[in-house]
């Protein structure tokens, strides 16, 4: 089976997922080393946790192209959820700079 136009596009926001997390994981890094809370490296390991669900992902993507299975309605359902997540990215990474 060839590889549908919305896995393709869900595993490119996957990679813009990764880079969002990488500007919330560098700042709340840089924040825990200066304040030492308990919210902050909860912050910290939230990013790490999703970093690793994203490169899962994208893995997945390259070296198993059946992770989204045959059905395509499962193809746009991924699509709709890494899009929603890349927008809840977008929202954190504005709120976390400013």
Excluded: C, D
């Excluded at 490119?12 to 990488?22: M, Q």
């Excluded at 989204?68 to 991924?78: A, F, I, Q, S, T």
């Excluded at 899009?83 to 990215?89: E, M, P, R, T, V």
């Amino acid at each position: 089976m060839a590889i549908t136009t919305e896995v393709t596009v869900a595993t490119a926001l996957s990679g813009g997922n990764l880079v969002l997390l990488g500007v919330l994981t560098y700042v709340w890094a840089q924040n825990y080393r200066r304040f030492r809370t308990p919210l902050v490296l909860g912050l910290l390991l939230f990013s790490l946790v999703l970093m690793l669900e994203n490169l899962v992902a994208v893995y997945f993507f390259f070296a198993e192209a059946m992770l989204y299975g045959y059905e395509p309605l499962v193809h746009r359902v991924m699509l709709v959820l890494r899009g929603l997540q890349f927008l809840a990215l977008v929202s954190l990474v504005y709120v976390t700079l400013k």
